[in-house]
């Protein structure tokens, strides 16, 4: 889904709005980047911080700055289909918050423990994600 949507903050003029199987994948690129823990990760987890995980939109800036990052540690892009909105797409503020922690630190706690669990967990977002329907009626998914 991740609908493109402007803002009135001159640093993230455009966001994404997620759908559930999407904050899951930044969930998962956020531990990713925690994990690897060198100070030139700590810029991105402070945006991260401060507009995803408190309920605001993913920054168009904030996604190309966690690919780069993946793209070096030669692990999986995020990519998104520009879909539709829906009522949790659309959820900001302290709702919003909370719904991304609860995934963040149900994921915190399987990536520990049920390391096979977490993999089949985010093979089901990454399909889940790419099986949502685009917004162009002409993009017919292959």
Not at 49 to 71: F, V
């Amino acid at each position: 889904m991740a609908k493109l949507f402007r803002t009135n903050s001159n640093r993230h003029l455009d966001c994404y709005g997620l759908q559930k199987c999407e904050d899951i994948l930044v969930a998962d690129a956020y531990l990713d980047i925690k994990e690897g823990g060198t100070d030139r990760h700590e810029a991105i987890l402070k945006f991260l911080d401060r507009y995803w995980l408190n309920g605001q939109g993913l920054s168009d800036r904030t996604l190309i700055w966690i690919n780069d990052l993946r793209r070096n540690e030669r692990r999986v892009e995020i990519t998104f289909v520009d879909g539709h909105s829906s009522t949790y797409s659309l959820t900001r503020g302290e709702e919003k918050a909370r719904l991304r922690k609860n995934i963040l630190s149900r994921l915190q706690e399987i990536r520990g423990s049920a390391p096979l669990r977490y993999v089949e967990v985010l093979e089901r977002a990454r399909a889940a994600a790419k099986s949502l329907p685009s917004r162009d009626p002409l993009d017919i998914a292959a």
